[in-house]
């Protein structure tokens, strides 16, 4: 039997499980919505995918968030959720985000509310501030996993090493790629990446995987990688550049982090490596502010600060 003919019987398989199921889900009284996601929503099956499902159900408490079921012999893993916890989980995800993109592909199968409807469709939207806000987030993860290539190729002199921290870092730069063009990160990112800028991911990605690993090789994939992030940098980290300009005075570390610690995963460590090396590119100054340890101590010490200083229009404002 061809590959394709089988296919087709897999996915026709998968389909009729999931009529049956939901058919029998509809007559819950307390089901308002089923959600399909994962590859039967939008990609293709084989004989080991499962189908993923999320139940909405009537605000109650749970006995687990999560349940697998079966229906011809076909697997099918459910995650349940009340009403309001799915309301407040759309609400609070970030655009662009892993959970905001599994959901953009799935297929909403029926709802006895349309309120769901509503509240389904804004998870297709990805905001202007919630893409900035993830550009930020998975630029700081791209500068701490080129860090670890630089520092295996130059310092441990292991190529192999460091072009093992690239392929990691790939994911992350895919996604950036695909929120730059206004797009969702899918799973598949690299594979949308790859289509928006075919000449950079062949050598970060295609050329890495398979060719032979060199130390010249290794090196030309870091440059590309600073190369693109340098291009990138006021768009990528347009929040923390705009934040900075509008206070129009020095701020600590501690001041970035509990500015956007509240709506982006944030630390000092990430801050402080993402404000260095906007300062290295001259588009912050870098300084340094008196602190404490703890608020009873009496030895100040140094803490890093930082200070847009031009009363030029940026590049990133005036886009």
Avoid at 41 to 53: A, F
Avoid at 156 to 170: C, L, P, Q, T
Avoid at 211 to 230: C, P, R
Wanted: charged content about 25%; overall charge negative; some cysteine.
């Amino acid at each position: 039997m061809g590959l394709q003919k089988f296919g087709e019987q897999t996915t026709a398989l998968f389909r009729e499980a999931l009529n049956q199921f939901i058919e029998k889900v509809k007559k819950d009284d307390q089901v308002i919505a089923a959600v399909l996601l994962g590859s039967l929503s939008y990609d293709q099956v084989w004989e080991k995918s499962d189908i993923d499902l999320k139940l909405i159900v009537h605000d109650q408490k749970l006995g687990s968030g999560y349940m697998c079921f079966v229906e011809n012999d076909v697997p099918i893993n459910a995650s349940i959720q009340t009403r309001n916890e799915f309301k407040r989980w759309i609400e609070r995800s970030v655009g662009g985000s892993i959970s905001q993109s599994m959901l953009y592909r799935s297929t909403l199968l029926f709802t006895k509310d349309a309120s769901i409807t509503d509240y389904f469709e804004q998870i297709r939207i990805v905001g202007e501030r919630d893409r900035q806000l993830q550009l930020q987030q998975l630029g700081g993860y791209s500068l701490a996993l080129l860090a670890k290539a630089e520092k295996w190729l130059h310092v441990k002199e292991d190529a192999v090493y460091s072009a093992f921290w690239i392929i990691k870092m790939v994911d992350v730069l895919s996604q950036i790629e695909v929120l730059l063009n206004e797009d969702v990160p899918m799973r598949e990112s690299v594979k949308q990446a790859l289509a928006y800028n075919p000449d950079f991911f062949c050598v970060i990605y295609t050329e890495m995987v398979l060719g032979t690993v060199t130390e010249a090789g290794v090196q030309s994939a870091i440059d590309q990688i600073n190369g693109y992030l340098n291009a990138g940098a006021e768009r990528i980290f347009r929040p923390m550049l705009a934040y900075l300009k509008e206070e129009a005075d020095v701020r600590t570390v501690t001041d970035i982090v509990l500015k956007f610690k509240p709506v982006i995963e944030t630390d000092t460590g990430s801050a402080t490596a993402i404000c260095d090396w906007l300062a290295e590119r001259g588009l912050l100054m870098k300084m340094e502010s008196e602190t404490k340890a703890t608020p009873k101590s009496r030895i100040m010490l140094l803490e890093p600060a930082y200070l847009v200083e031009s009363d030029e229009i940026p590049e990133w404002e005036r886009g």
